[in-house]
């Protein structure tokens, strides 16, 4: 049977991701992230969304799709005028998501394949996801197809090795660990050490690069964005 090796070294059955994904899920949910006790995590989320927004420049008609939206957190700060599609694999998170907006749809499917006809969507997200699935190139085919020859797409990833060094720094001390008391030190839900190199060299055949910015802030670089247009 084959297998999957995460950054954090943890073999991972193909046939059964969706399983393993649900219970990364639960493990990793991201809603601890946007609601934790240390204001720092909370701030580092609300920069992603308001860059993510920002790129999007959402109107009150767009079709929007957020793919791997997870608990759908984007979608509180987009018009509720805008069509809203949320994508995900895992069915718990779009529980939560349908509990709290109702006004938009949730699909659950495989980003790399998606549901959808092409060129349907206004705006595109999958932010913080390229890192999570098996092929990153099938699903930036993916997005290319679905987004409107006129649209946007906005993806982001974590700088995998920016953020280790980071979590080294901190987590290898008592006051780190107290400030940070449950943020691991790899996470096992990562298959794809990002960069900003690697994501520019994935998108460059289908995508335009129109915008870049690092995240949280440009001093440091934990995460980076960008927004795309179509080729």
Same mark, same amino acid.
């Given at each position: 049977? @084959? !297998? ?7 073999? +991972? ?16 949910? @991201? ?15 609300? *920069? ?14 767009? =079709? ?28 718990? =998170? ?8 109702? $006004? ?6 495989? %980003? ?5 006809? @092409?060129?349907?969507?206004? !705006? +595109?997200?999958?932010?913080? %996801? ?14 290319? /197809?679905? %987004? ?15 953020? $280790? *060094? ?6 290898? $001390? ?29 998108? /460059? ?12 802030? @440009? ?13």
């Amino acid at each position: 049977m @084959s !297998k999957l090796l995460t950054l954090a070294g943890t073999e +991972v059955e193909i046939q059964e991701i969706q399983t393993w994904n649900e219970r990364m899920f639960r493990l990793y949910q @991201s809603d601890r992230l946007y609601f934790h006790p240390n204001f720092l995590i909370r701030k580092i989320q609300a *920069r992603r969304i308001r860059t993510i927004v920002d790129f999007l420049q959402v109107s009150p008609n767009d =079709a929007v799709l957020d793919v791997g939206c997870g608990e759908g957190h984007l979608f509180a700060h987009l018009p509720r005028s805008a069509r809203r599609v949320g994508i995900d694999l895992c069915r718990t =998170a779009l529980a939560v998501a349908g509990e709290r907006y109702h $006004n938009a749809e949730w699909v659950h499917g495989d %980003v790399h394949c998606m549901p959808f006809q @092409s060129h349907l969507f206004d !705006k +595109v997200c999958c932010s913080e %996801v390229l890192e999570h699935v098996l092929n990153p190139d099938r699903l930036i085919r993916e997005l290319f /197809r679905v %987004v409107k020859p006129t649209g946007r797409v906005v993806l982001t990833i974590p700088i995998e090795k920016a953020l $280790n *060094r980071v979590k080294d720094l901190m987590l290898t $001390n008592p006051f780190g660990r107290q400030l940070f008391p449950d943020i691991p030190r790899r996470t096992e839900w990562h298959l794809t050490e990002y960069s900003p190199e690697l994501l520019q060299t994935q998108v /460059r055949d289908l995508f335009c690069i129109e915008r870049a910015k690092q995240l949280p802030w @440009s001093w440091l670089g934990l995460g980076y964005g960008i927004l795309c247009t179509p080729k």
